[in-house]
C-alpha cells in the first residue's frame, strides 16, 4: 500500500462518475482514499445517487492528503464554491503546493479561490460564465496539468484525470498502465 493519500471532497450536487472513477483507480494503484463528506457523511450526487462517506470537512486538515480532489457537477460545484471552510482548504492546499485537482465544473472554485490566476486550466464548456473571477483562462483541453493544478474537461476523462493525477504523485507508470489495463472490459 502506498501512503500517498487522495482527499475527495463531495458536496450535494457532486457527479458521480467523476468522483468515484477516479476514487477506484487510486485504490487499484495503492493510494489512501479519504472520501470526505462537505457537509455530512451522507451526500448525494447530482443524478440522486447518494454515497456514505467515512469522514467530513471537519476531520480533515491538509497534513492528512497530497492531493486535494474535486468532482464536478451541479449543484456540487457551487456548493463547493460557496463554502468558506472549503475555500479555505484550497487556499491552505496552494500554499502548500500539494496537488490540487478539479474536473468539470470544478475548475470555478480554483478560480473563486484565486489559485488559478495565469494557470492554463479547463473545465467543462460554459463554466467560465460560472467563475467570479475575472481572469479565468479556460483552454478547452481534455486535461491540463499547469504547476500544481490539474483539470479536466468531464467524465468522459475520468481515467486521464486520475492517471494524471497518479503521474503528478510519482506513481510507476507500469502500474498506472496495469491499472488502467485492468479496468476496462472488452464485450
Known amino acids: 500500500m502506498n501512503n ?16 468515484i472513477y477516479p476514487a477506484d483507480i487510486f485504490k487499484r494503484l495503492g493510494l489512501n482514499v479519504l472520501l470526505t463528506g462537505v457537509n455530512d457523511k451522507i451526500v448525494r450526487g447530482a443524478h440522486d445517487i447518494k454515497i456514505e462517506t467515512p469522514y467530513i470537512l ?25 463554502n468558506k471552510k472549503v475555500m479555505d482548504l484550497i ?7 500539494k496537488i490540487i485537482a478539479a474536473i468539470c465544473a470544478a475548475p470555478i472554485v480554483l478560480h473563486d479561490a484565486g489559485i488559478a490566476r495565469g494557470k492554463r486550466t479547463t473545465g467543462y464548456p460554459e463554466t467560465e460564465q460560472l467563475a467570479n473571477n475575472q481572469n479565468f483562462k479556460f483552454s478547452g483541453e481534455m486535461v491540463e496539468v499547469d504547476d500544481n493544478l ?33 479496468a476496462f472490459v472488452e464485450i
Not at 6 to 16: K, N, P
Not at 70 to 77: D, H, I, N, S, V
Not at 91 to 97: F, Q, V
Not at 160 to 171: D, E, H, W, Y
Open 58 to 82: 471537519d476531520d480533515i486538515n491538509f497534513t492528512d492528503f497530497d492531493v486535494l480532489m474535486l468532482p464536478g457537477g451541479l449543484p456540487g460545484t457551487i456548493n463547493l464554491r460557496d
Open 91 to 97: 487556499k491552505s492546499s496552494d500554499d502548500k503546493h
Open 150 to 182: 490539474i483539470t479536466a474537461i468531464g467524465m468522459g476523462q475520468a481515467a486521464q484525470f486520475a492517471t494524471a493525477i497518479a503521474r503528478a504523485l510519482s506513481i510507476d507508470e507500469n502500474k498506472i498502465a496495469n491499472v488502467l489495463k485492468n
Open 4 to 19: 500517498k493519500a487522495v482527499c475527495i471532497l463531495l458536496a450535494d450536487g457532486f457527479e458521480e462518475v467523476e468522483a
